[in-house]
């Protein structure tokens, strides 16, 4: 699991470049675990489910992710699938949040058995 997964995200408040070159790939190197990076633009991942069920309960856990970090991805959910979008919309590009987050998001999955509900957050 990424050391990106520890980290906080910080909120994009617009007026920085978006991420380029060797610092983007870095990053991109460092997270792994088949995030897509697409045009240098944004990340993206499937996730598959045995059901609607668990996808649905992922995508719940997703969504708590985000409020939380105060980061938003664009989610798509089917049958047995969730898809993740991640980039920084303030920028329209990508930022060094845009990893930790999308790190996050493979830990929940990570954390998840199949069939298990969603682990608390106590």
């Given at each position: 699991m990424s050391e990106l997964a520890s980290?906080?995200?910080d909120p994009c408040k617009g007026g920085v470049?978006?991420?380029g070159g060797?610092?983007?790939r870095a990053l991109h190197d460092e997270l792994g675990s088949g995030w897509k990076?697409?045009?240098d633009h944004h990340l993206a991942k499937e996730y598959r489910f045995a059901n609607f069920r668990e996808a649905l309960d992922f995508t719940n856990q997703v969504g708590?992710?985000?409020?939380?970090q105060g980061h938003h991805p664009d989610?798509?959910?089917s049958w047995g699938r969730v898809k993740l979008l991640v980039w920084t919309h303030k920028i329209d590009g990508l930022t060094?949040?845009?990893f930790i987050w999308a790190a996050k998001a493979d830990r929940l999955r990570s954390e998840r058995t199949p069939g298990s509900k969603a682990p608390s957050r106590s």
């Open positions: 980290r906080q995200c470049p978006p991420l060797a610092p983007l990076l697409v045009d708590e992710l985000a409020e939380e989610i798509e959910l060094e949040s845009d």
